[in-house]
């Protein structure tokens, strides 16, 4: 089993900038890849960025150039670095971690953090 807790959401204007965080806990070395995806009223949760537990990282091409996720093994967290924020990045953001294998994979989640972006 895997705990996850997110923060650092909030309002923000337009160009803004915003740092979110995601502890987890519980069997951290089983964790193959932690990643946030974000949801927003009427449509389907999508996958923001991606960490590998090997430190490989993938965006979606709409955050490319301004959001940064990385990790921090020490602190079993994982970070969202999210710079000229745009309305359309308004969103309940949610942490993932995945295990098990491509065959069985087992995806645990977070609460979610809200993030709105005033234009």
């Known amino acids: 089993q895997v705990q996850l807790v997110e923060s650092g959401g909030g309002l923000v204007q337009a160009g803004g900038s915003l740092r979110l965080s995601c502890v987890a806990s519980?069997?951290?070395?089983?964790?193959?890849?932690m990643g946030w995806y974000r949801q927003s009223p009427g449509k389907q949760r999508e996958l923001v960025a991606a960490i590998t537990s090997g430190g490989r990282t993938n965006y979606a091409d709409s955050v490319k150039g301004r959001f940064t996720i990385s990790r921090d093994n020490a602190k079993d967290t994982v970070y969202l670095q999210m710079n000229s924020l745009k309305p359309d990045d308004t969103a309940v953001y949610y942490c993932?971690?995945?295990?098990?294998?491509?065959?069985?994979?087992?995806?645990?989640w977070g609460k979610g953090t809200l993030v709105t972006v005033s234009s």
């Open positions: 519980g069997s951290i070395l089983s964790i193959n890849a």
């Open positions: 993932n971690a995945n295990t098990g294998s491509l065959l069985k994979r087992v995806d645990y």
